[in-house]
Nanobody, 124 residues
Framework: QVHLAESGGGSVQAGGSLRLSCTRS????????MGWFRQPPGKEREGVAA???????SYADSVKGRFTISSDNAKTTVYLQMNNLKPEDTALYYC??????????????????WGQGTQVTVSA
């Protein structure tokens, strides 16, 4: 079973940047898609970005052009570079793993392994 660990959250001023990291304990065919999700206070969990084993990426419209998901050469760590952060980006951010096809949908129900989450808070 894949285990995930997120890091990099924190508090920043609007317009600032953060980079989240997620390290996988192992690589398997059932975890070829890595996604970032977030849950703002009082709202539902939403998909932010996803990347598959071929580094094909997808993004929510709300973050497109500001956030970039990437993976290292060994594909054991996935990153979420967040630029031009806005207060509405404030949320608990989760890293998740799923099969390759999950990257087509970026829906939390398709991901089977989750990290503990890292808090991102953006203030004006």
């Amino acid at each position: 079973q894949v285990h995930l660990a997120e890091s990099g959250g924190g508090s920043v001023q609007a317009g600032g940047s953060l980079r989240l990291s997620c390290t996988r304990s192992e690589y398997t065919f059932s975890s070829r898609c890595m996604g970032w999700f977030r849950q703002p206070p009082g709202k539902e969990r939403e998909g932010v970005a996803a990347i598959d084993t071929n580094r094909l990426t997808s993004y929510a419209d709300s973050v497109k052009g500001r956030f970039t998901i990437s993976s290292d050469n060994a594909k054991t760590t996935v990153y979420l570079q967040m630029n031009n952060l806005k207060p509405e980006d404030t949320a608990l951010y989760y890293c998740a793993a799923g099969p390759n096809w999950a990257c087509y949908y970026r829906d939390y129900v398709n991901f089977h392994t989750w990290g503990q989450g890292t808090q991102v808070t953006v203030s004006a």
